[in-house]
């Protein structure tokens, strides 16, 4: 099932495709950030704003956000129905 979470500025993303939500303050994931605008996999959905957090998703792609990875992730966990937050609690125990 898809599930979109608007990331910013009208921008929005698949859930379904986001592997993490990362601060974006840390040198490997500067490099990281780097790299994919280099080789045109960077997705920038900061209307010129400072980058507050990078999405790495599945296809290699990352989207970098405006918006704090806790309120992106907040975001994400509200649109999961309340048995799938069950189990992740579960499993995180």
Do not use: C, Y
């Not at 045109?40 to 980058?51: E, P, Y």
């Amino acid at each position: 099932m898809n599930r979109l979470i608007h990331v910013g500025f009208g921008n929005i993303v698949n859930t379904d495709k986001i592997i993490a939500i990362v601060s974006p303050e840390s040198a490997p994931i500067k490099r990281l950030v780097q790299k994919a605008k280099e080789t045109g996999l960077a997705i920038d959905a900061t209307q010129g704003r400072r980058t507050k957090s990078v999405l790495v998703m599945e296809n290699s792609q990352i989207v970098l956000s405006a918006l704090l990875p806790e309120t992106i992730a907040g975001r994400a966990q509200a649109l999961w129905p309340e048995d799938e937050k069950e189990d992740s609690e579960e499993d995180a125990e």
